[in-house]
């Protein structure tokens, strides 16, 4: 059974920065497509990034040079490290098994002053 605990949001000032974590159970971080989307009020839910088995990352054009994925192995945990975040990364941020489509719970990212 496949459970992931994204955690790791918050409030922060534009500028900011966070670092989202989802640990994983039941599959292997390490060699599993991955990806974390996000979802703004009455918005529809949005791809942030993805990672293929190999390790392969993929940004949206909205965060392309300020969030990066990354992977602990040991740790079976995947994360998203968000630089010089702005208002509108505001939203509940979801991380996801591709090929089982198994999702976390979600983050709540609040970017305001």
């Known amino acids: 059974q496949v459970q992931l605990v994204e955690s790791g949001g918050g409030l922060v000032q534009p500028g900011g920065s966070l670092k989202l974590s989802c640990a994983a159970s039941g599959i292997a971080v390490g060699i599993e497509p991955m990806a974390w989307y996000r979802q703004a009020p009455g918005q529809q839910r949005e791809l942030v990034a993805n990672?293929?088995?190999?390790?392969?990352?993929t940004y949206a054009d909205s965060v392309k040079g300020r969030f990066s994925l990354l992977r602990d192995v040991a740790k079976n945990t995947l994360y998203l490290q968000m630089n010089r975040l702005k208002p509108e990364d505001t939203a509940v941020y979801y991380c996801?098994?591709?090929?089982?489509?198994?999702w976390g719970q979600g983050t709540q990212v609040t970017v305001s002053s």
């Open positions: 990672i293929t088995y190999i390790g392969r990352t």
């Open positions: 996801t098994v591709l090929a089982t489509n198994d």
